[in-house]
């Protein structure tokens, strides 16, 4: 079935599942149609806000997203979830669950969800995620928001191609100094203390002793007072007041319309524009990754440099120069 640009743009579901499929691919020979269907889409994007949830395992992330999309159609948006699960090193799977886990949202017709393997990817996010945003913002879904894997380091990925970076706390999660250990916390645009019905007087106590931390840090927003709310994805509690702080969000950037994009003298565009560049770096290095091992050169000697260091007898540093010198020498014209 040959993708139809024309029908993404309609909002045909199966056509843009379809499209996600092949720009997900990793099969050599998808590659040339899957960059002809971004350039033919591209000036279809960007009409959307952005939004990445993180947080520990057991903060809730997939309830929170359902009930926080359900509220995000109650105010009129339609919404696209992209859900990144981890891919197993071992067998090379991913469950791919968040469907189940969010049955109503899945099932509404203003949601697309959509599950996705990091394919080993770091950064909490897949290979293929913004080319995945731009799609679903081409078929019409002006609220995205991005599902990370977990919370930690390398999560700043996923605060690379999205414009409001929320993190998702529990009520004792840790004390003061912890919070500021955890760099996640120099990516985020709002804090959100969930299941604070669970334990009151902890989740204020949590709210409390995160807006002190974030008081001695330097926001990644300009002139953006990064705000602590508390709340809860099941009872409801405090998804309004998110909701107009996202809004208040995308005023202080300049960015009040999604039925245009980002005016360009707006931070929203600067934003959008160091995204596009980040996307350039790292289809570069993904390139340049995937063509080193394929080189002939790099083949010819790579079984038996590992030999070597993993017996002992050539240093690591060692091995990679003359792989690397193996590699430019089969680059030579």
Same mark, same amino acid.
């Given at each position: 079935m040959k993708i139809e640009v024309p029908? @993404?743009?309609?909002? &045909?579901?199966r056509m843009l599942a379809r499209a996600i499929t092949l720009i997900e691919s990793t099969r050599p020979e &998808?590659?040339?149609?899957? &960059?002809?269907?971004l350039q033919e889409i591209l000036p279809q994007t960007g009409r959307s806000v952005r939004v990445a949830v993180s947080g520990s395992p057991g903060a809730g992330k997939s309830t929170f997203i359902e009930a926080f999309g359900m509220k995000s159609i109650q105010a009129g948006s339609k919404v696209a979830v992209l859900a990144v699960d981890p891919t197993s090193s071992i067998t090379g799977g991913s469950i791919l669950g968040d469907k189940t886990r969010?049955? @109503?949202?899945s099932a509404h017709p203003s949601a697309f969800v959509r599950p996705s393997p990091s394919g080993g990817s770091l950064g909490g996010v897949s290979r293929r995620t913004r080319e995945v945003i731009w799609l679903v913002e081409a078929a019409g879904f002006d609220r995205i928001i991005l599902e990370t894997v977990g919370v930690g380091q390398s999560e700043i990925d996923a605060a690379g191609m999205t414009d409001f970076y929320l993190l998702l706390q529990l009520p004792n999660a840790g004390d003061e100094l912890q919070g500021i250990k955890k760099g996640i916390l120099e990516i985020a645009d709002c804090v959100f203390v969930n299941k604070s019905d669970m334990d009151r007087p902890s989740a204020l106590r949590s709210r409390a002793e995160l807006e002190s931390a974030l008081h001695y840090q330097r926001p990644r927003t300009s002139g953006w007072q990064i705000p602590v709310l508390a709340g809860s994805a099941t009872t409801g509690e405090g998804l309004d007041q998110l909701l107009v702080t996202l809004h208040e969000f995308c005023i202080h950037q300049g960015y009040n319309d999604l039925t245009?994009? $980002? $005016?360009?003298?707006s931070l929203f565009h600067l934003r959008r524009c160091a995204q596009l560049t980040d996307w350039m770096h790292d289809r570069i290095k993904d390139g340049l990754v995937r063509n080193f091992y394929a080189s002939?050169?790099?083949r010819s000697k790579l079984t038996e440099v590992e030999t070597k260091v993993a017996n002992g007898t050539l240093l690591a540093t060692e091995a990679v120069q003359k792989l690397f010198d193996a590699y430019r020498q089969g680059s030579m014209p």
């Open positions: 029908a @993404i743009l309609a909002g &045909d579901r &998808d590659e040339l149609e899957a &960059d002809a269907l969010m049955s @109503i949202l245009v994009k $980002p $005016p360009t003298s002939a050169s790099v």
